[in-house]
């Protein structure tokens, strides 16, 4: 869970827990309900995002095409709630821009497009895994 | 036995101002409350910036003991969720039980009631809007502006005022953050079109937030802490008058208190009947009851005690509830701007969507993005969570909201009954709540329309698909379950809000409502409490 905890942190605001927040997000797992309840899809994206922030970073783009509210998604969403309510992170999610509205436009068209890469991406990396891992499931 | 000369049942908005009325007018008062208590405020002088550095446990305070204030992906996901310093204002006894269809009811048992998470908005119905009220405009006028004095509401002398009226007891208006300001300025060049076209009119919201020191409660500091409850009072909540109220002498507050049921003989209250939180019940007397409960709360007593006191299941329909509209929306030219957070949080802005018929008419506040939960919006984005904060950092300052209302009208098929509860004992029930009767989708269409085609002549982006209907029950403007009329009725109120059934027995909240103008209709409530009081008091001393 720290590995997650770690990767994650890094994924949204390029920096480390700290103690305090790898401690809250140990806790927010009980808002996640039964963790053997997931499926076997659940387990490969958030195993594979736990590996580093690119690898969570793609996990995230194919889990927001395919599962949206997925266990990845919803543990990448209680991370992102917590870091925006800390002190040392808090600036990154409410500062807004810089004042410059064509380099806004710049770094949202940025944005957008790293989205799509990273979900087809997503879907060349983790597409025949979860492929498998369904078919395994269906199969049991 | 506790004595009063009234006893008024809820302490929200339509209880505290109907017992200021009756205590300033000499009666006695004992009010009957659960009363749910919020938590104090943290850290007064910080903004929401400060509070996250300065707080021990800023998760906590921001997510909740139990991370009921995280938002996560799935059915209930909303853009926004009541923080969890709110959680008093909607949890319910124990004894409370409620089985709604096609409905989702708001309930308040805090001290101070629903309004204790109000935003503030103050419109006036006006004539046409009461027209099917038993009183008209000239009645209610001056009972507006003693609740403007008595809580502070802000105003500007713009084009809203055709809808609303104006008062000499308006305070100015805050100044406003750069969004609105910036489609305020859009409006002000493209007005004479908007109003020719659309019938569309822009203007500064009516707001109970104070710009000068009142009492206990202080102005508004722009601490952007509006949602999550001001430290320093500013937006009105009902839990500021009564503490107020329970200075005085004449006035009794027995809170933990949940009021089951009235008894009576003949057509007379002669006691209502509460419970304490161990289970004991006990009965209050006075000379003339007032329940303020809240138009659903205050429906289920009057059933239960039939119900108790004949065996008999009534049904009370007619149940209203504003429908209300969601389009949010981006103004480009704001892109990239950066954020200001440190700024009066709710809407600034109102519009009105003109109409011939009183039943076509549109409301609506807009509210610009300051302070806020970042992950709700980040997660609805159609992009992994980081290259959406990206996007969400740029567009920040940019991004908005319009909440609309649209009217209501009693429907015979929304109806509000009682069902005894299988196994349990003592008479006790839950309370039922149908909504059958859509809204007109004509007219929700046409609003939409209407709406977001003004928007875009201000400038902005609507973006397709995203403007939505909320569910039946969101408005959280409830009325109409025993609506006030000068013919006589069973199960309904006279023009005085006094029960048709029960002569000591009054109405004094949304319940007596005969009709729901497309408004907040807090401030009615409060205006139309005082006009009960004094209606009281009237016959008291005849």
Redesign the interface.
């Known amino acids: 869970m720290l590995r997650e905890c770690r990767a994650f942190t890094r994924?949204?605001v390029d920096g480390d827990p700290t103690p305090?927040m790898e401690s809250?997000y140990v806790d927010?797992q009980?808002?996640?309900g039964n963790p053997e309840r997931a499926s076997a899809t659940d387990r490969l994206l958030v195993e594979f995002a736990a590996g580093g922030p690119v690898a969570a970073?793609i996990a995230?783009?194919y889990s927001?095409l395919f599962y949206?509210?997925g266990l990845l998604?919803?543990k990448?969403?209680?991370m992102?709630?917590?870091l925006?309510?800390?002190?040392e992170y808090?600036?990154?999610?409410?500062?807004?821009?810089?004042?410059?509205?064509?380099?806004?436009?710049l770094?949202?068209g940025?944005?957008?497009a790293?989205?799509c890469l990273?979900?087809a991406a997503g879907v060349l990396l983790l597409g025949p895994r979860d492929l498998l891992c369904r078919n395994a499931a269906a199969l049991r | 036995m506790v004595a009063g000369d009234v006893l008024v049942v809820g302490s929200g908005a339509s209880g505290v101002h109907l017992a200021q009325t009756l205590l300033e007018r000499g009666h006695g008062v004992t009010m009957l409350d659960v009363g749910h208590q919020g938590p104090r405020p943290v850290l007064p002088d910080a903004d929401f910036v400060q509070l996250k550095n300065l707080l021990e446990d800023p998760v906590e305070y921001f997510l909740g003991t139990n991370w009921q204030g995280a938002v996560l992906p799935g059915e209930n996901a909303r853009y926004y969720t009541m923080p969890p310093s709110r959680d008093h204002v909607f949890r319910h006894p124990r004894p409370f039980q409620v089985s709604p269809t096609n409905f989702e009811p708001v309930m308040s048992f805090a001290s101070g009631g629903l309004a204790e998470a109000l935003t503030g908005g103050c419109y006036p119905f006006n004539d046409a809007e009461l027209e099917n009220f038993p009183f008209d405009y000239s009645e209610i006028e001056r009972h507006y502006a003693t609740v403007i004095r008595r809580i502070g509401v802000t105003a500007a002398r713009d084009d809203l005022a055709q809808f609303s009226g104006w008062f000499d007891e308006y305070s100015e208006p805050l100044a406003t953050d750069a969004h609105s300001t910036h489609l305020l300025r859009a409006y002000g060049k493209r007005r004479k079109r908007l109003n020719a076209d659309l019938k569309f009119h822009l203007g500064r919201s009516r707001v109970a937030v104070l710009t000068k020191d009142r009492g206990e409660r202080r102005a508004c500091d722009n601490l952007g802490r509006c949602l999550w409850g001001c430290p320093r009072e500013s937006v009105y909540a009902p839990s500021s008058t009564l503490r107020e109220l329970k200075r005085h002498p004449r006035f009794q507050y027995i809170g933990d208190t949940f009021v089951s049921h009235f008894s009576y003989r003949d057509n007379t209250v002669v006691g209502i009947t509460a419970t304490a939180p161990d289970g004991s019940e006990r009965v209050y007397t006075a000379d003339h009851y007032a329940l303020a409960a809240g138009a659903l709360c205050s429906s289920k007593i009057l059933l239960d005690s039939i119900y108790r006191g004949t065996g008999e299941l009534h049904q009370l329909d007619g149940l209203m509830d504003n429908p209300q509209l969601l389009v949010p929306f981006m103004s480009p030219r704001l892109l990239g701007e950066p954020a200001q957070t440190r700024s009066y949080q709710l809407h600034h802005l109102a519009l009105g969507i003109e109409a011939e018929r009183v039943e076509d008419y549109v409301h609506g506040q807009i509210t610009t993005l300051k302070s806020v939960a970042v992950h709700p919006i980040a997660q609805s984005l159609p992009l992994d969570l980081r290259s959406a904060l990206n996007v969400f950092r740029n567009t920040h300052v940019a991004l908005g909201a319009a909440n609309v209302w649209l009217c209501d009208r009693p429907d015979r098929s929304n109806v509000l009954t009682i069902r005894p509860t299988t196994g349990a004992s003592g008479g006790a029930t839950e309370l039922v709540v149908k909504r059958q009767g859509e809204p007109d989708a004509a007219q929700v269409l046409r609003a939409t329309e209407t709406v977001q085609s003004a928007l875009r002549q201000l400038g902005c982006v609507v973006p397709a698909g995203k403007s939505q209907l909320l569910r039946s029950g969101a408005s959280i403007h409830y009325a109409g379950t025993m609506p006030m009329m000068r013919s006589r009725r069973h199960l309904a109120c006279d023009p005085d809000c006094r029960s048709q059934d029960f002569r000591n027995l009054f109405f004094a909240d949304g319940a007596s409502f005969p009709f729901l103008p497309a408004k907040n209709l807090t401030f009615t409530l409060m205006a139309n409490a005082i006009r009960v009081g004094e209606s009281m008091s009237r016959n008291f001393n005849a």
């Open positions: 994924l949204l305090y809250r927010a009980v808002s996640l970073r995230d783009a927001r949206p509210a998604r919803r990448l969403i209680l992102f709630a917590i925006e309510n800390t002190r808090q600036d990154r999610f409410l500062a807004g821009g810089d004042g410059q509205r064509f380099k806004a436009w770094r949202i940025a944005a957008v790293s989205s990273l979900m």
